[in-house]
């Protein structure tokens, strides 16, 4: 295959609206980034992590040194929890008040950086008096924001070269997306040696992260041919190097492609924007924040799958053919991709479902409720291919509660010979 002949040690830069340095070893590009926050009379920042991963990862002994050496102070916020909320952005940005903080460092995943590009909003002048909550109830239009630099940690998100956040206003169960065009990190560095030591069931959720940007951004009403290119090259990818780096994390090759499928994920997705699994996902982290949000997408996709396949069955053959080969493109093999892909999900350790995880009918009623409740999933509710009624949104949360191959026989869409003869061979694959 063509990537073995890539150079993953070479660090090239990928330019979107972000500047992207991505390649074994581009953490070093720090220091040049820090000579541009010097020429940009930047010489206060606020750093914002979680307080394991900026010091696990080594980030923070090549970081902190080179701010020392350029005078530049900071303020470390390493309060981050997994699906950040509006209070925690306030505390975030109230330290970077306190130092006059003119950008913003983010160092993690997707919960760090998301926390991190809403501070920068909440730090620039005009918005002051502003706090997250008015930010994510949408009260004004961040349209500014102070400079922006994402050191990623994982492979999924993306979120280090588009334009989203996410935050979760615990007490209304919201959990709404920021989109603004101030929130573009000015830099980003991709490297995959940061990620060795991602633990296994973090590098399969945020893999599936990726997986789940390009499948709806493939298929919404805003896709074009850009965002379907690199869908197909994006799940590629992730089918052959997700397995590969689950087994050996120390495999620098695989973190590279998944790394770059990611970031091209988000791309895509920045360009072809969200629709279910996104908008379904955000109520069940709202209501059960300690979901991890891989996890929670994952858990829907087979059924998002199943609906939304006999609307663009062309789109998602080609980019389901590595994982659901010999798929024709045809409306009537919709549950037959959804199938295929439950099994590669759970053949790459990915199980449970939705009751596994203590979900029940009750909670299928409250999320989806939620989701044309909450500001802006709406706006990715709409830009499904097909109708997003109350119906849709209720059948895809229940079909996630229990396997989707059984609810699938069950109904008759499936024969029931055909789904045990798929289980075996599932179950055959976890063992080879």
């Not at 980034?33 to 914002?48: P, T």
């Not at 975030?92 to 920068?120: F, H, M």
Request: aromatic letters at 8%; one cysteine or more; glycine letters at 6%.
């Amino acid at each position: 295959m063509w990537e073995s002949k890539i150079n993953v040690n070479q660090i090239v830069e990928i330019r979107t609206r972000t500047l992207c340095y991505l390649g074994v070893g581009a953490l070093q590009k720090i220091d040049e980034i820090a000579d541009w926050m010097q020429k940009q009379g930047i010489d206060k920042v606020l750093v914002v992590t979680d307080k394991i991963v900026y010091k696990v990862t080594g980030v923070w002994d090549i970081l902190e040194p080179v701010l020392k050496k350029r005078n530049i102070a900071y303020a470390l916020f390493d309060e981050v929890v997994p699906n950040p909320t509006v209070d925690g952005i306030d505390r975030a940005a109230q330290i970077g008040k306190q130092i006059g903080a003119k950008a913003v460092i983010g160092i993690g995943g997707g919960s760090p950086i998301d926390t991190a590009k809403s501070a920068a909003v909440l730090l620039y002048p005009d918005y002051a008096q502003r706090s997250a909550r008015d930010l994510y109830t949408f009260k004004f239009a961040a349209e500014k924001a102070v400079p922006i630099i994402a050191i990623n940690t994982t492979h999924g998100t993306g979120t280090e070269v588009d334009r989203f956040a996410v935050a979760s206003i615990p007490d209304l169960e919201y959990k709404p997306a920021l989109v603004s065009e101030a929130i573009y990190p000015t830099f980003a560095i991709d490297d995959p040696a940061i990620m060795a030591k991602l633990p296994a069931n973090q590098t399969r959720y945020t893999a599936i992260d990726s997986v789940n940007h390009v499948t709806e951004a493939c298929t919404s009403l805003a896709t074009s041919p850009y965002t379907v290119m690199m869908g197909i090259e994006t799940i590629r990818l992730v089918a052959r190097y997700l397995p590969q780096a689950v087994a050996h994390p120390d495999d620098l090759a695989a973190r590279y492609y998944l790394l770059y499928a990611s970031m091209i994920a988000g791309i895509c997705f920045d360009n072809g924007l969200l629709h279910f699994t996104h908008a379904l996902e955000h109520p069940l982290s709202a209501v059960k924040p300690d979901l991890a949000h891989g996890l929670g997408l994952a858990i829907l996709l087979p059924a998002v799958i199943r609906h939304i396949y006999p609307a663009v069955p062309e789109i998602l053959a080609k980019l389901y053919e590595p994982i659901v080969p010999g798929l024709l493109g045809v409306p009537g093999e919709a549950a037959e991709c959804a199938i295929g892909v439950e099994e590669w999900l759970y053949a790459i350790g990915i199980t449970q479902k939705l009751e596994d995880l203590g979900y029940t009918e009750a909670d299928v009623d409250k999320c989806a409720q939620l989701a044309f409740t909450t500001p802006s999933l709406d706006v990715l509710l709409s830009m499904a291919p097909i109708e997003a009624t109350k119906q849709v949104v209720h059948d895809i949360y229940h079909e996630s509660l229990s396997l989707l191959s059984c609810t699938c026989a069950d109904a008759g869409r499936i024969p029931a010979s055909q789904v045990e003869q798929r289980q075996a061979g599932s179950a055959g694959s976890l063992l080879q």
